[in-house]
């Protein structure tokens, strides 16, 4: 789904973007533009980043 409509980016782009190593909003912002013209989609990527951030760290756990 699209969650930033002022650039584009979609919920798997920005998981992508966590899953290559971002892991705080101003990463995102800056690589991906997401809260940095209107800032609708602020609380919703800030929720797409704390649960993927959780499950890597759950699966790192599980692996280790």
Same mark, same amino acid.
Not at 1 to 8: E, L, S
Not at 10 to 20: F, G, L, N, Q, Y
Not at 22 to 27: D, E, G, L, P, S
Not at 36 to 51: E, M, P, W, Y
């Given at each position: ?6 650039? @584009?980016v ?6 992508? =973007?966590?899953?290559?190593g ?6 995102l =912002?800056?690589?991906? @533009?997401?809260a =940095?013209?209107? @800032? ?9 980043? *704390?649960?993927k951030?959780?499950e890597?760290?759950? *699966? ?5």
């Open positions: 789904m699209y969650v930033c409509i002022c650039h @584009g979609t919920d798997k782009k920005i998981e992508a =973007s966590i899953e290559a971002a892991t705080t909003m101003k990463q =912002s800056t690589e991906l @533009g997401v =940095s013209q209107c @800032g609708k989609c602020a609380r919703v990527t800030k929720k797409i980043l *704390n649960d951030l959780y890597l760290a759950e *699966n790192a756990v599980k692996v280790a």
